[in-house]
T-cell receptor, first 115, second 116 residues
Framework: NAGVTQTPKFRVLKTGQSMTLLCAQD?????MYWYRQDPGMGLRLIHY???????AKGEVPDGYNVSRLKKQNFLLGLESAAPSQTSVYFC??????????????FGEGSRLTVL | AQSVAQPEDQVNVAEGNPLTVKCTYS??????LFWYVQYPNRGLQFLLK??????LVKGSYGFEAEFNKSQTSFHLKKPSALVSDSALYFC??????????????FGKGTKLSVIP
């Protein structure tokens, strides 16, 4: 079972460059999320989606954009990368009910370094 | 907004000893509380949850958590620690996003090291 797959797993960018992280899930989940993990900060929600064609802002959305054109995919974009966006990014998904009961399925993470 | 706090950045315990990872919460209304575990270079995995009912919740890998309303705590416990339990543990609380959906708010994490 693939579950939640993130690509790429590692990326190094220069300040000002753009990139897109792709998240794909094969569990037919309605809810999808992008988190960032920083030392001492835990996980912080960037954006999320409650279904195909929908997106919403989380706790730290500035500098990021997202799209959910297909139910199974959730893209996170950085239009102009900044060193403050150096982080490990996690995608997660949950069933409709899971959005209410907290059972999220996570990908293995994408480590992004912005120089 | 709901929040959780994990007062210890790191917990060290000898293999075979009982372990406790602490979590306190601040919520309005009934709390929905969760524990997740993150092994090195992996994503988070769901361990257990408290929604309602018994104050002692059993989860995966022999872990359990005790909900204490008077102390606003939800500590994670295991009777006998294994070296393979060494990982980063996150407490989380369900919060209303204000945009028509519930979300999870995570604590900062506690690193558990089980010493052989």
């Amino acid at each position: 079972n693939a579950g939640v797959t993130q690509t790429p797993k590692f990326r190094v960018l220069k300040t000002g460059q753009s990139m897109t992280l792709l998240c794909a899930q094969d569990m037919n989940h309605e809810y999808m999320y992008w988190y960032r993990q920083d030392p001492g900060m835990g996980l912080r929600l960037i954006h999320y989606s409650v279904g195909e064609g929908t997106t919403a802002k989380g706790e730290v959305p500035d500098g990021y954009n997202v799209s959910r054109l297909k139910k199974q995919n959730f893209l996170l974009g950085l239009e102009s990368a900044a060193p403050s966006q150096t982080s490990v990014y996690f995608c997660a998904s949950s069933e409709l009910a899971g959005g209410y009961t907290g059972e999220l399925f996570f990908g293995e993470g994408s480590r992004l370094t912005v120089l | 907004a709901q929040s959780v706090a994990q007062p210890e950045d790191q917990v060290n315990v000898a293999e075979g000893n009982p372990l406790t990872v602490k979590c306190t919460y601040s919520v309005s209304g009934n709390p929905y509380l969760f524990w997740y575990v993150q092994y090195p270079n992996r994503g988070l995995q769901f361990l257990l949850k408290y929604i309602t009912g018994d104050n002692l919740v059993k989860g995966s890998y022999g872990f359990e958590a005790e909900f204490n309303k008077s102390q606003t705590s939800f500590h994670l416990k295991k009777p006998s620690a294994l070296v393979s339990d060494s990982a980063l543990y996150f407490c989380a609380v369900r919060d209303w996003s204000g945009a028509g959906s519930y979300q999870l708010t995570f604590g900062k994490g506690t690193k558990l090291s089980v010493i052989p």
